[in-house]
């Protein structure tokens, strides 16, 4: 079992920047992938980073440049850097921890990009 709480979503400008945290149940270090994903209204939920336990990273084509995902096995914690957001980045962003062949969920923290 792995449980995770997401943090760090807000209301922000376009341009500006947000650090979104998941701070997981149990250590991260042996979880095959963590990632965020997001869900806008009205659409599906769609990938926007992972991280591999040995720090390969993967990211969406439309945050490339723009975010960042980190990992601190240490605290257990998986960031998301956001930098240069725009109105479309408005969504819930979920955190995931794919772990022993399931895919276990945050609750989601709203980020809202004003224009």
């Known amino acids: 079992q792995v449980q995770l709480v997401e943090s760090g979503g807000g209301l922000v400008q376009a341009g500006g920047s947000l650090r979104l945290s998941c701070a997981a149940s149990r250590s991260i270090e042996s979880i095959n992938a963590m990632g965020w994903y997001r869900q806008a209204p009205g659409k599906q939920r769609e990938l926007v980073a992972t991280?591999?336990?040995?720090?390969?990273?993967n990211y969406a084509d439309s945050v490339k440049g723009r975010f960042a995902i980190s990992r601190d096995n240490a605290k257990n914690t998986v960031y998301l850097q956001m930098n240069s957001l725009k109105p479309e980045d408005t969504a819930v962003y979920y955190c995931a921890a794919d772990h022993i062949n399931r895919r276990y969920w945050g609750q989601g923290t709203q980020v809202t990009v004003s224009s």
């Open positions: 991280i591999t336990s040995g720090g390969s990273t």
